[in-house]
């Protein structure tokens, strides 16, 4: 069975993640993972892949549909545990670092260099989130 574009997509996003290494580790979470929070004050980080509609470029069949997305890294940081803006800002920071503008993922491309956000707070959580828009290549 050949994998869906859906599939070898996600297989090449999740690559370049599993390469990520962070400080203090960061347990994972992938898309419609469950998500059980680690023991204690450990923060975490949850994924998301949130796929744009596909354009298609020209008019006849044999032309090129470019897929695009946008890859959510969300650290979760308990209340609990001590953290100051900065060091939120800095792990956000090494995250967004690890996907530059134009790095290549196998099939596909990051298209600017990725964005960390405003850290807000949410539930029992801080939470910062980095934003890597991803595009066929």
């Known amino acids: 069975m ?11 996003l999740k690559a370049r993640i599993d390469t990520l290494v962070t400080d203090p580790v960061l347990p994972r979470f992938e898309p419609n993972a469950a998500v059980t929070p680690p023991a204690g004050l450990a923060p975490f980080l949850l994924i998301s892949d949130v796929r744009n ?4 470029n020209g008019w006849v069949s044999s032309d090129l549909n470019e897929r695009s997305g946008t890859l959510i ?9 001590p953290v100051s803006h900065v060091q939120l800002m800095q792990i956000g920071g090494t995250i967004a670092d690890h996907f530059p503008a134009d790095l290549c993922m ?3 491309r990051v298209t600017r260099n990725a964005d960390v956000l405003q850290p807000y707070v949410e539930g029992a959580y801080r939470v910062v989130v980095v934003r890597v828009l991803w595009s066929s290549v």
């Open 106 to 108: 196998g099939r596909l």
């Open 53 to 56: 509609d596909n354009d298609r």
């Open 73 to 81: 890294l969300a650290v979760q940081w308990p209340l609990a545990a």
């Open 2 to 12: 050949t994998a869906t574009t859906a599939v070898q997509d996600w297989l090449s």
